[in-house]
């Protein structure tokens, strides 16, 4: 099944939160921040959106950082994305 956002979205593939502090310590489940690293899975068409153009700045396979609370997590195919509006994304990592 394909995952097709629509408008300003962009759907998002979490990256793994690190387990280990630089110094060795292991974290606990609980310890762990939400990452806010995530892949670029797809993109919607942008377009018109509230009455402004809106031109898509990021493609499928970009590394980003996106807003910490933001989106809605959802799961296909037993894979957990997260659907993200194109203004809740923070930076692209280059």
Not at 14 to 27: D, R
Not at 37 to 65: F, H, L, R, T
């Amino acid at each position: 099944m394909k995952l097709v956002p629509l408008g300003d979205r962009v759907v998002i593939k979490a990256l793994i939160a690190e387990e280990t502090t630089k110094s060795g310590i292991v974290l606990p489940g609980q310890a762990k921040e939400k990452p806010q690293q995530a892949e670029v899975v797809a993109v919607g068409p942008g377009g018109m959106i509230d009455g402004k153009e809106v031109v898509m700045q990021v493609k499928p396979g970009d590394k980003i950082i996106y807003s910490k609370y933001s989106g809605n997590e959802v799961k296909l195919d037993d894979e957990e994305l997260i659907i993200v509006k194109q203004s809740d994304i923070l930076a692209v990592i280059e």
